[in-house]
């Protein structure tokens, strides 16, 4: 027998556009949304129906992280394949559920150590851990002298976390097809560098058109995605070129490179990641590095161009997306919704605006069948309660006790991002014990405090 849940009284953010529809309702049937708009307006129901009065809380879309490191266990920048598999993959189960309980219902994978995005989407999907629904990727794949190769030739480590380094067409298919062997979704290879990097900077193309080509059409071939870190113009230039689907950072962009994303705005999507830039300009005293090194490394600069660029890429009409490298000890799990404020901050943005990165435009990139992103009839049941109005103040999505619950394929989440949410305390029990056991226990409950 199917399941349907109504809420009402709420602040409606369908994801569409940028309407808040007050009071709304939303009407859930098992996983699917049935109906998401006036109250008014809602159909008959079946006399069976759950119905929670939300009391005039806020109701979204699920959010996408759309530049997500799962697998990072919040290590400085030049550390992270410095963690123990074995490690790396509990703390994974961690940010998983972190992840979910921020509002953050999907994920795009930008790269996993080892290969912990495959093993924890699996357990994802078959219930045994709370997580986003994950686009899991492999290992990054980079040539030699890439900014996947991090490690002096001296040391020779002996170990295998984080890049593949692969140089020529066919090592660069042999590197894509060992990845879909491991049962990933997505690849992610490195086109150019990174400001902290003497032998990979921005701007330095470090694979070759016939490689790029390659690793971009063994991928497809394979029913894979191709996700890149281009900062430079000529990096972004290959990477439209040859196919890629999602672009990480495009910090430095010309008139040829506007022009070449505005023409293929419908099969890719672009995403700036600028909380890193800000995070360690922020934190680089602390992290050893003077302001002065700070400058010649091209880091104010580039969130400078990066402004520039993003203003670009929204009058294009190319898809901007939310998500930011988190998963670093200056941008840790759990702080995913800071991207919000950064869009309304430092690229203009209206708070609707940021938003709809957030639902709409990423849950369009994280499934290409359209089912994500938006509280509409037909598509899948992921949303967040917030006690608080992102519209009025989007900063409200960075206070976990103010999201109320999540809902992720119909199933209610709440308390994921306390420090232990399996434990419960006596007046749980005492809640418990109240309630009949003859009688399915009703939502309603769950939904009427943050903690």
């Not at 709370?130 to 290992?139: K, V, Y």
Request: aromatic share 6%.
């Amino acid at each position: 027998m199917a399941t349907h849940t109504l809420f009402t009284t709420v602040n409606l953010f369908t994801g569409v556009d940028d309407e808040v529809i007050q009071p709304g309702a939303v009407w859930v049937e098992d996983n699917l949304i049935r109906f998401a708009g006036p109250e008014s307006d809602v159909p008959n129901l079946p006399d069976t129906t759950t119905r929670v009065d939300l009391g005039g809380q806020f109701v979204m879309p699920g959010m996408t992280e759309s530049h997500a490191h799962i697998s990072y266990t919040n290590n400085g920048p030049t550390e992270l394949d410095k963690t123990p598999v074995e490690e790396a993959m509990v703390s994974s189960v961690d940010n998983a559920r972190l992840m979910l309980g921020s509002g953050f219902t999907s994920a795009i994978s930008f790269g996993s150590v080892h290969r912990i995005d495959v093993y924890l989407r699996d357990a994802i999907n078959k219930g045994q851990i709370p997580g986003p629904r994950l686009i899991a990727s492999g290992r990054d794949v980079g040539a030699t002298a890439s900014n996947a190769d991090l490690h002096p030739d001296y040391a020779r480590p002996q170990m295998e976390g984080l890049g593949m380094l692969v140089d020529g067409p066919w090592a660069v298919r042999r590197a894509v097809r060992t990845l879909r062997k491991n049962r990933a979704n997505i690849i992610k290879i490195f086109l150019d560098g990174e400001g902290l990097s003497d032998h990979a900077p921005p701007g330095e193309l470090t694979y070759t058109d016939d490689e790029v080509a390659a690793a971009v059409n063994e991928a497809h071939t394979r029913n894979m995605r191709v996700a890149c870190h281009s900062r430079s113009a000529a990096a972004v230039k290959q990477a439209v070129r040859h196919g890629v689907d999602v672009i990480g950072h495009a910090n430095f962009l010309d008139d040829e490179a506007v022009d070449m994303l505005k023409k293929a705005r419908d099969r890719l999507a672009v995403g700036p990641a600028i909380a890193w830039e800000i995070k360690f300009v922020e934190n680089a005293e602390r992290m050893g590095f003077s302001m002065k090194t700070v400058e010649a490394r091209g880091y104010l600069t580039e969130i400078e161009e990066t402004k520039k660029a993003v203003k670009r890429l929204r009058e294009a009409g190319v898809r901007v997306l939310i998500g930011g490298d988190y998963g670093l000890n200056i941008t840790p799990h759990g702080t995913y919704a800071k991207d919000i404020e950064y869009f309304v901050d430092h690229f203009g943005m209206s708070n609707t605006e940021a938003l709809l990165c957030a639902t709409r435009d990423g849950g369009a990139v994280a499934d290409p069948r359209g089912m994500l992103g938006t509280l509409e009839e037909g598509k899948l049941a992921d949303l967040v309660i917030v006690d608080g109005n992102p519209v009025e103040e989007v900063r409200v999505l960075q206070d976990h006790s103010r999201i109320t619950a999540v809902m992720k394929d119909g199933k209610i989440y709440r308390g994921l991002t306390n420090d232990n949410p399996y434990l419960a305390s006596s007046e749980d029990l005492v809640t418990a014990r109240a309630q009949s056991p003859k009688r399915q226990a009703s939502v309603a409950p769950l939904l009427q405090t943050a903690n």
